[in-house]
């Protein structure tokens, strides 16, 4: 039995949790996507626009919420949307050698392509507001980005096959020989326009910067009030990686030029994974551009995971708990989520996969499979937050949630006292670990990521872990879960400072 016929079995007609990226997922993404309280804001007025930065961490949700807002621009007949994800790298050797050139060149292939694919469809009224000059400019910017151009991908090319009708619509009108040119072109080519052996004036010789908002201003004279861009995937790139800083350096000229992204009827909206928050803090201008973190609830995830049970059940289910042995097992998967969508996911994806492995006659997940599941998810989980560390059973071997530096430095660790230091101070730079400051008698720290912390006592099953090492604060109006070592001692929220019962 395939999995697939497996989830047939017990009501599904597809696997509800197989993607993990919302590219990927950009049809179905509407049926179940949940709307976090900002989005209205982040949208925003296109009679108005304004650019923003979006940030959260890794599977936090950046690129299903651009999607949304992609969505939204397409139906919107006032926002010319531009979608900025496919950063090519390849003739650069070095991230320190992309500057705003390359950022203005890849803007105006893609603003001039979307360009022409609008204004296709409008009616002749507003094709017949360019003059003789202006048609003559867009052939050569044609010619430039889009047709002359190796990096401009050719299925893209390929898609504005409709650009000859497009082209000769605009100039229709024009006592110039260029109407011949493009007609003989065509008969020649068929659909395919070869514009790199057409000349035009060369006055029309212009900056990057300056055919932007030449393009701006022919938006707006065919009818749009405003072009959003959104960019993502900026940590995704060859040059990128996992190094933030790099990806810093990737978007950080176009980041933090507000003369282009402040420009009028343009707006920017940047969604950029949080560890890039460092740099922007001290080299940005939070006070011009508005800055949003993208942070779920429980009831948020909860609500992400009934909405796909739904979906892909044609709604046969309505919860996630419907398929669950234990209706209570949802708040192991809420809990070890951390609440990030994309790892709440991974962990409903590990479980089906487990129980199709165990006991696929079951018609739900039992319990012992969900715990399975959760314990293989932290452990791969903690090995990807710290793979970049040279000791990688350092989390391992400490076998506590809490701990002091002398702790670590008597115990069976082959890492000398300064190297124990420099990875506690990493550690604590990537916000997986945090120094107890209501111990000021001892250098503590403290476990953030309940899989890394989870890892640490791999010894204790899950039920014990969470009975003595999680807990959720009763103070009024805190409610804040933290893990600390509770069955030796007593600690205080690090949120409000109330001690635990």
Known sequence: MTILQFLNQIGFVSHPFYSLNADQEAIQLEEYFVTPDYFEDLWGDPFLPFSNIIYAPRGGGKSAQRIMLEKRAEIEKDVLPISYINHDLSKFSSIDNVNINYHLFALNQLLLASFF????????EVKNQFKYKDRQFLFKLAKQYL?????????????????????????????????????????????????????????????????????????????????????DKVDEQSLTGNDASASFK????????????????????????????????????????KVFDISWTKENIHDILNKRISTYSENKFSTIQDVLEKKNSINKILLFSEYSPRDAIRICSKIMSEQHKSNPSSNVFEDRIVDIAIMNF????????????????????????????????????TQSEDQIKDTLQELVKSSLLMKIENNLEKEEYAFLDIRLAFDACSNMNIDDFINKKVYKCHAINCSHTYYRDFDKTKFRCPKCNTENL
């Open 117 to 124: 694919k609008k204004v296709a469809k409008t009616d002749e």
């Open 250 to 289: 990737l978007i950080k000229d176009l980041l933090l030029n507000l003369t282009i992204i402040e420009l009028p009827n343009l707006c920017f909206k940047f969604f950029l994974w949080d560890a890039l928050k460092e740099f922007t803090y001290i080299h940005g201008r939070p006070d011009r551009v």
């Open 147 to 231: 047709y002359n151009n190796p990096s401009y991908p050719s299925s893209e090319v390929k898609s504005l096959k409709k650009f000859n009708d497009t082209l000769m619509d605009f100039w229709r009108v024009a006592r110039s020989p260029i109407t011949n040119i493009i007609r003989g072109l065509s008969k020649k080519q068929g659909l395919e326009i070869d514009l790199s052996i057409t000349p035009y004036a060369n006055q029309l010789e212009s900056t990057h910067k300056e055919n932007l908002n030449k393009l701006i201003e022919y938006c707006v004279k065919s009818g749009f009030v405003s072009i959003y861009v959104f960019v």
């Open 378 to 413: 932290a452990k791969e989980k903690s090995d990807e937050l710290v793979k970049l560390y040279k000791n990688s059973n350092f989390i391992q071997k400490i076998n506590a949630v809490d701990f002091t530096v002398t702790e670590l430095i008597n115990s069976k660790l």
